[in-house]
């Protein structure tokens, strides 16, 4: 899970005064983005791999697909809210 926290600012380096704080998901320090373009490609760009075993899944053909959900909460600049996604699904045939 990956997630990231707002917080009020004094670096005079940032775009703006309430600016996010990312938490990598494998540990270690957190990171600040320079820019809105850097937060968003440390939030949302990334890829992941999942690795399944053939025989947990069964024979035949499967379809398999990847959901995210983004959620955030209610703060004095902002109201709380969700966001939901899908991936087109893959279909993977076990014989």
Do not use: C, N
């Amino acid at each position: 899970m990956r997630k990231a926290s707002f917080y009020w600012s004094r670096d005079p380096d940032l775009p703006y005064r309430i600016w996010p704080l990312i938490v990598p998901e494998e540990g270690g320090p957190t990171k600040i983005p320079l820019s809105v373009e850097d937060a968003k490609t440390q939030m949302f760009d990334f890829f992941k791999r999942f690795e399944l075993a053939g025989g947990s899944l069964g024979r035949g053909s499967h379809r398999i697909a990847a959901s995210v959900t983004v959620k955030w909460g209610r703060h004095s600049y902002i109201e709380k809210g969700q966001v939901e996604g899908r991936s087109r699904p893959v279909v993977v045939r076990i014989e």
